[in-house]
C-alpha cells in the first residue's frame, strides 16, 4: 500500500511576501557578550534557565560518552552501553537516559531502559519494556512537574502514564479496535507545567486521495490529557494524516499539522489551532517547528523555508517570511512575550564524513511586524542538532555549536 509519509519529501514550498500589521519597535542589535568555547565536541547542546535569568543557567553537553553540565556544580554521568537519547524536561527538573541492549536470550527480542534523575543527579527510578524487532521506538516525555514518565507505541496506539515512582498509572488504548501499523502516526507534547499533554494520532497509516486503498484516510485525531490519562477533550481533523502537535504553555491551545497527499504528489496541508477541542485558527504551513510566547497569545510556526507569526488573541496572521533556499533551511525558532521578537536560526544541510550537518549557520531576529532587524552570521561553524534559547523578555539569546556557544545581548 502506498503511504502518505514518502511523499513528505517532495513537498515544494511556494515563496510567499513578508508583511506586517503591527509598528515597529525602535531600531535594536544585539551585541556579543560571551563565547564558551566547549573542551569537547558536542553531539548537542541544551539550554536550561536562560529564560528568566542569566544569572542561573546552565549548558548540558552531550558528546560521545558522557553528559555534562557546565556553569553549574554537577558531575558528568557516563551514558551507558546501548545509548540512544536523552529526554529533558522543558525546564529541566528532570531527565531521562534512554539505552537499547539485547535481552538475555532472546536474539529478536532487545530491552529498552529509562533512567530517570532530578535535576541534582538523583536518580529517581528506572523503567525496562521490550522491544521485538519491528517495533518502533517509543516516544517519551517527561514532566517538569514531579518527573512522571508518558510513554507511547505508534504502533499498538498507546499511551503510558507512569507516576514520580515509576510505576504504570494508566494505559490509554487510543484506537481499540485499531490493527498493529508501524506507519500510524503518534505524537505529543507536554505543556510548561508538565499537567497536560497535547496528542495527535492517525487511526491507521493513510495513503493518497484517489487511491484503491479502502480507507486511504488515517483519520487522524487530537487529544488533551492530564498526565494522569485522564481525557480532557478529543477532535478529528481535517485532511489525510498528521505529523506533529504543540502545546501552548498554560495548555490552553493545541496546534496540530494536517495533509493530504494525491495519487500525483500534490499536497495540501494545513496547521490547526484549537482551544478546548474547537478550531479557532487554520494555516497552510506545514509546521516543523512552533513556539508559543510565554504569554501564550502568540505562536510562530515554520517549515523548512517560510515562518508564520499568529496573534492568538485577534486569530490573525500578522506577518509571514519565506527564506530562500539558497540560504538553507529553518532548523530552529523562538519567539518572546508579547511577540516583540522572532528569532530563525538558519543553515545549509551537508552529508560529511558518512553524517548529515549543518553548516554556515546565521540568525534572522524579526521583530513584532516581522522586519529584519538584525542578521548574525557564523561561517565557519557547523552543528548536529540545532541549539537556540531566546529569554522571554527578548534580552538574550543563546546559540549553540558543535564546539562552542555564545550569548548576546540586546542593545537600543
Known amino acids: ?58 549548558v548540558v553537553v552531550k558528546d560521545k560518552n558522557t553528559l555534562r553540565w557546565l556553569n553549574a556544580d554537577k558531575p558528568e554521568i557516563n551514558l551507558p552501553q546501548g545509548y540512544l537519547t536523552t529526554v529533558i524536561s522543558k525546564t529541566g527538573q528532570y531527565f531521562g537516559i534512554v539505552s537499547l541492549n539485547p535481552a538475555s536470550g532472546v536474539d529478536a527480542t532487545k530491552q529498552i531502559t529509562i533512567d530517570v534523575y532530578s535535576a541534582d543527579k538523583d536518580q529517581l527510578y528506572s523503567l525496562e519494556q521490550s522491544k521485538h524487532f519491528d517495533d518502533s521506538l517509543p516516544l517519551i516525555a517527561i514532566s517538569d512537574a514531579d518527573g512522571s514518565l508518558i510513554l507511547g507505541h505508534n504502533f499498538n496506539g498507546k499511551i503510558y502514564f507512569f507516576n514520580p515512582n515509576g510505576e504504570l498509572n494508566e494505559t490509554v488504548d487510543l484506537f481499540p479496535d485499531a490493527e498493529y501499523d508501524l506507519e500510524r502516526v503518534l505524537s505529543f507534547d507536554l505543556d510548561a507545567s508538565g499537567s497536560k499533554l497535547a496528542v495527535v494520532a492517525g487511526r491507521r497509516g493513510a495513503s493518497p486521495l484517489n487511491s484503491v486503498a479502502l480507507h486511504p484516510s488515517a483519520e487522524p485525531q487530537v487529544y488533551l490529557f492530564t498526565t494522569k490519562g485522564e481525557k480532557v477533550w478529543r477532535t478529528n481533523l481535517p485532511e489525510f494524516n498528521t505529523s506533529a502537535v504543540k ?166
Do not use: C
Open 1 to 58: 500500500m502506498q503511504r502518505i509519509s514518502f511523499f513528505l519529501n517532495l513537498i515544494l514550498i511556494i515563496p510567499v511576501a513578508l508583511w506586517g500589521q503591527s509598528q515597529s519597535p525602535q531600531n535594536y542589535h544585539y551585541e556579543l557578550v560571551e563565547s564558551v568555547q566547549l573542551t569537547k565536541p558536542a553531539v548537542s547542546l541544551n539550554f536550561l534557565g536562560f529564560n528568566e535569568t542569566d544569572k542561573s543557567h546552565s
Open 247 to 412: 502545546i501552548s504553555g498554560d495548555g490552553k491551545y493545541v496546534v496540530a499539522s494536517n495533509y493530504t497527499v494525491d495519487v500525483r504528489g500534490n499536497v495540501k496541508k494545513r496547521s490547526t489551532v484549537l482551544e478546548n477541542g474547537d478550531e479557532i485558527f487554520d494555516t497552510d504551513i506545514l509546521f516543523k517547528y512552533a513556539s508559543f510566547s510565554k504569554d501564550n497569545e502568540s505562536l510562530i510556526l515554520a517549515d523548512n523555508t517560510q515562518a508564520e507569526l499568529i496573534d492568538l488573541t485577534s486569530r490573525n496572521v500578522m506577518w509571514r517570511t519565506n527564506v530562500p533556499r539558497k540560504q538553507g533551511m529553518i532548523t530552529s525558532i523562538k519567539i518572546s512575550e508579547n511577540a516583540g521578537i522572532a528569532a530563525l536560526l538558519i543553515a545549509k544541510n551537508e552529508f560529511k564524513n558518512g553524517a548529515f550537518i549543518f553548516t554556515k549557520p546565521h540568525l534572522k531576529i524579526l521583530d513584532n511586524a516581522g522586519k529584519l532587524q538584525q542578521e548574525i552570521s557564523f561561517d565557519k561553524q557547523v552543528f548536529k542538532k540545532p541549539a537556540l534559547n531566546l529569554s522571554s523578555d527578548a534580552a538574550r539569546i543563546v546559540i549553540g555549536f558543535g564546539d562552542a556557544y555564545q550569548i548576546y545581548q540586546k542593545q537600543f
